[in-house]
Nanobody, 122 residues
Framework: QVQLVESGGGLVQAGDSLRLSCAVS????????MAWFRQAPGKEREFVAA????????FYAHSVKGRYTISRDNPKNTVYLQMNSLNPEDTAVYYC???????????????WGQGTQVIVSS
């Protein structure tokens, strides 16, 4: 059974940093593509970042490039999202997702976590 469990969300002020974690079981992250998505209130879920395959290719949404960094710890089977220079527009529920589908990055993901809330106050 594949499980993705996010943690690390919270309430921060604009300009602060936060690191999200996604602990994965039943799935080998180094042999797949792992991604972060987010969904703000009243908006559709959007892609944030992905780290893929054994070569650790990384992909970022334009809105977070240069501020966010996705990484992974293979022995811990955990994916991270370091978020710097946060602003109120980053407020959302952040989801971790996994897939072995093709794509750079893949568009569809097969497994999802329950999400962790990030609130950035101005």
């Amino acid at each position: 059974q594949v499980q993705l469990v996010e943690s690390g969300g919270g309430l921060v002020q604009a300009g602060d940093s936060l690191r999200l974690s996604c602990a994965v079981s039943g799935w080998i992250i180094s042999r797949s593509c792992m991604a972060w998505f987010r969904q703000a209130p009243g908006k559709e879920r959007e892609f944030v970042a992905a780290i893929c395959w054994s070569a650790s290719f990384t992909f970022y949404a334009h809105s977070v490039k240069g501020r966010y960094t996705i990484s992974r710890d293979n022995p811990k089977n955990t994916v991270y999202l370091q978020m710097n220079s946060l602003n109120p527009e980053d407020t959302a529920v952040y989801y971790c997702a996994a897939t072995q589908r093709s794509g750079n990055p893949p568009r569809e993901y097969d497994y999802w976590g329950q999400g962790t809330q990030v609130i950035v106050s101005s």
